[in-house]
């Protein structure tokens, strides 16, 4: 069939609107009809050529919600109708990985998705008899696209596309950070470094879980009033306060943060996130995504006296067991989405989406076909 999509066909290059060729689904695989998509710093990221392991050319976008068109041979776990969420974090539910319990990091289909290929090791997209690599193995920024099976989340009929296509991302990187790496308890206080589209998902976290303290720093003062609206108790600008930053925050929190986290991909801001933490049981998370080569430093003693330093994708959480209950916490009001869908524009505008996160004018573009 054909679709429309947005391609990338090259690093640092805007991306062009084509009609470009998909394939039907093979066995284990199933085609979706995308109705809406979120554009988050990582299409940026990998966009902007920074990616190592960007592959070109390529069609982006991993924060989509759509409706399964066909299934292939063999699928059980949804059919023609169901409304789902595209997850780049799969759940195959029969790893060794998804297995443990201990993550939801599951590798059934992690080198194949690493090289932009389906599990057969072959693509299903094309533009004039050239292969187009899949991204993240969800590619939502086409009107139609395929995906395993284990790669989908069947969520509520009832839910807003423009809306959960949200939860695809930044909202359960967020929320799941708090609740099923941290495991904040009622009453923690917690430090929120970087109130953008993942930071305020981890103060609506913190907040949904009972957090007393919500303390959120951004050099940005404009995002300190919707931090406040999704449950910012205090609010530092680094830029507007004398000393340091790590004494300011210990000193605010009597004694250091119970948890904090990074969401900005600043190595600096990761070490301050670590150091503010409470001695011997402060836990900092990392959630940034630093840039190619970098790393992180402490002084060891920080740990030896009881800080501990951990990282999360996707929030820790399980795509098709967790994300539809997430998407029902939205329907019942437990969490917010609206506010910070500020932009909303159809697929020939996605270079507009681009640019306004690049000017810190967005929170979340969401493009609707
Ligand atoms: P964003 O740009 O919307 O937000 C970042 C915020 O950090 C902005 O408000 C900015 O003003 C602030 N900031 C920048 N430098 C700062 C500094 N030195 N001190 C304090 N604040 C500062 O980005 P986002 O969409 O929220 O993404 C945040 C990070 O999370 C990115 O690195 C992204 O790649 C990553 N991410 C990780 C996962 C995961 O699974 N781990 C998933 C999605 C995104
Ligand atoms: O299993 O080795 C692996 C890779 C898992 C990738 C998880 C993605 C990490 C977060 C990147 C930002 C997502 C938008
Ligand atoms: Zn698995």
Same mark, same amino acid.
């Given at each position: 069939? +054909?679709t429309?999509?947005?391609?990338?066909?090259?690093?640092?290059?805007?991306?062009?609107?084509?009609?470009?060729?998909?394939d039907?689904?093979?066995a284990?695989?199933?085609?979706v009809?995308?109705?809406?998509?979120?554009?988050?710093?990582?299409d940026?990221?990998?966009?902007?050529?920074?990616d190592?392991?960007?592959?070109?050319?390529?069609?982006?976008?991993?924060?989509?919600?759509?409706?399964?068109?066909?299934?292939?041979?063999?699928?059980?776990?949804?059919?023609?109708g169901?409304?789902?969420?595209?997850?780049?974090?799969?759940?195959?539910?029969?790893?060794?990985?998804?297995?443990?319990? +201990?993550t939801?990091?599951c590798?059934?289909?992690?080198?194949?998705?690493?090289?932009g290929?389906?599990?057969?090791?072959?693509?299903?997209?094309?533009?004039?008899?050239?292969?187009?690599h899949?991204?993240m193995?969800?590619?939502?920024?086409?009107?139609?696209?395929?995906?395993?099976?284990?790669?989908?989340?069947?969520?509520d009929p009832?839910?807003?596309?423009?809306?959960?296509?949200?939860?695809?991302?930044?909202?359960t990187?967020?929320?799941?950070?708090?609740?099923y790496t941290?495991?904040?308890?009622?009453g923690?206080?917690?430090?929120?470094?970087?109130?953008?589209?993942i930071?305020?998902?981890?103060i609506?976290?913190?907040?949904?879980?009972g957090?007393?303290?919500?303390?959120?720093?951004d050099?940005?003062?404009?995002?300190?009033e919707?931090?406040?609206?999704?449950?910012?108790?205090?609010?530092?600008?680094p830029?507007?306060?004398?000393?340091?930053?790590?004494?300011?925050?210990?000193?605010?929190?009597?004694?250091?943060a119970?948890?904090s986290?990074?969401?900005?991909?600043?190595?600096n801001?990761?070490?301050?996130?670590?150091?503010?933490?409470? +001695?011997?049981?402060?836990?900092?998370?990392?959630?940034?995504?630093?840039?190619a080569?970098?790393?992180?430093?402490?002084?060891?003693?920080?740990?030896?006296?009881?800080?501990?330093?951990?990282?999360t994708?996707?929030?820790?959480?399980r795509?098709?067991?967790?994300?539809?209950?997430?998407?029902?916490?939205?329907? +019942?009001?437990?969490?917010?989405?609206?506010?910070?869908?500020?932009?909303?524009?159809?697929?020939?505008?996605?270079?507009?989406?681009f640019?306004?996160?690049?000017?810190?004018?967005s929170?979340?573009?969401?493009?609707?076909f």
């Amino acid at each position: 069939m +054909k679709t429309r999509a947005a391609v990338a066909m090259e690093a640092g290059k805007p991306l062009v609107i084509e009609e470009v060729d998909l394939d039907g689904p093979k066995a284990g695989e199933v085609l979706v009809e995308i109705k809406a998509t979120g554009v988050c710093h990582t299409d940026a990221f990998t966009l902007s050529g920074a990616d190592p392991e960007g592959l070109f050319p390529t069609i982006l976008g991993h924060e989509g919600a759509g409706v399964v068109l066909e299934v292939g041979a063999g699928v059980t776990s949804v059919q023609p109708g169901d409304h789902v969420i595209p997850l780049y974090t799969p759940e195959c539910r029969q790893c060794e990985y998804c297995l443990s319990g +201990k993550t939801n990091l599951c590798q059934a289909i992690r080198a194949t998705q690493g090289k932009g290929l389906m599990p057969d090791g072959t693509s299903r997209f094309s533009l004039n008899g050239r292969m187009l690599h899949h991204y993240m193995g969800c590619s939502t920024f086409a009107n139609h696209t395929v995906l395993p099976e284990i790669s989908l989340a069947k969520i509520d009929p009832d839910a807003p596309f423009d809306k959960v296509c949200y939860v695809g991302c930044g909202v359960t990187t967020g929320v799941g950070a708090v609740l099923y790496t941290a495991h904040v308890e009622p009453g923690a206080n917690v430090v929120v470094f970087g109130l953008g589209g993942i930071g305020l998902n981890v103060i609506q976290g913190a907040r949904m879980v009972g957090a007393d303290m919500i303390v959120g720093v951004d050099i940005n003062p404009a995002r300190r009033e919707m931090a406040a609206r999704f449950g910012m108790t205090h609010f530092v600008n680094p830029n507007e306060i004398d000393g340091d930053l790590v004494a300011h925050l210990v000193e605010l929190t009597g004694g250091g943060a119970d948890y904090s986290f990074e969401c900005i991909g600043n190595v600096n801001v990761m070490r301050a996130a670590l150091e503010c933490c409470h +001695k011997g049981w402060g836990v900092s998370t990392i959630i940034g995504v630093a840039g190619a080569g970098q790393e992180i430093s402490t002084r060891p003693f920080q740990l030896v006296t009881g800080r501990k330093w951990q990282g999360t994708a996707f929030g820790g959480a399980r795509g098709r067991t967790d994300v539809p209950k997430i998407v029902d916490w939205y329907m +019942k009001g437990r969490i917010e989405i609206d506010p910070l869908i500020t932009h909303v524009m159809p697929l020939e505008r996605i270079n507009d989406a681009f640019d306004l996160m690049h000017e810190g004018k967005s929170i979340r573009s969401v493009i609707t076909f």
